[in-house]
């Protein structure tokens, strides 16, 4: 498609659950970020992939949370036994040249009840 | 945290220009200053950056001072739909830099 497509964009899952976000980003780009944002916040980073180099994970806030880039497109971000400070949107964004921006998904807004 | 500093509201009319400031007084010699807005419900988008000069593109103008310790973010013509969260990043130009976001400022222009 023509932007970063994310699914699904809305998911409520009681605490404890394990839950998968999916990031479709834009044909050709080599990066592909996860960032978070809770409620009224700035954006806070949690992993990033760079074509074939090792992701840098250093923003995941626990070991509960894991992502994968299969293939150099599709990413999956996991996050396993899910508590209720996890609630937020859960935004993707892809480049081709980080250094000249970034293209955003419109997030998964993510409740943990 | 976030280096610079902005506003956390604003007002503009419709039809004026809106003129959002942002102050990155410890900003380094190899950062540029990056503009992204965010409208209710949607992903960041991506407005304009620059290093030292003056840059314009068909969605704004970043004006940045001399010393590059402030710059403004030009939006010549405000419609409504320029109602949004605008955040202003430094950040090295280096793939491997992550933005470092802030709170941003809340722009509401009203009719």
């Known amino acids: 498609g023509a932007g970063v497509s994310q699914s699904p964009s809305n998911k409520v899952t009681e605490k404890g659950k394990d839950v998968e976000l999916r990031c479709d980003p834009i044909s050709g780009h080599t990066a592909l970020y996860w960032y978070r944002q809770s409620l009224g916040q700035g954006l806070e980073f949690l992993i990033y992939f760079q074509g074939n180099s090792a992701p840098d994970k250093s923003g995941l806030p626990s070991d509960r949370f894991s992502a994968e880039r299969t293939g150099g497109s599709v990413s999956t971000l996991t996050i396993q036994r899910t508590q209720q400070e996890d609630s937020a949107v859960y935004l993707c964004?892809?480049?081709?040249?980080?250094?000249?921006?970034?293209?955003f998904g419109s997030g998964t807004r993510l409740t943990v009840v | 945290d976030a280096k610079t500093t902005q506003p956390p509201s604003m007002d503009c009319a419709e039809g004026r220009a809106a003129n959002l400031p942002c102050n990155h007084s410890?900003?380094?010699?190899?950062?540029?200053v990056y503009w992204y807005r965010q409208i209710h419900s949607q992903g960041p988008q991506y407005i304009i950056h620059?290093?030292?000069?003056?840059e314009t593109n068909e969605m704004a103008s970043l004006i940045i001072t001399e010393d590059r310790k402030s710059s403004t973010l030009i939006l010549p013509h405000a419609t409504l739909r320029d109602t949004a969260v605008y955040y202003c990043i430094v950040r090295p130009w280096d793939s491997n830099y992550q933005l470092i976001w802030g709170a941003g400022t809340k722009l509401i222009i009203k009719p």
């Open positions: 410890t900003i380094s010699g190899n950062e540029y």
């Open positions: 620059g290093l030292k000069n003056n």
């Open positions: 964004a892809s480049s081709l040249d980080p250094n000249y921006g970034y293209t």
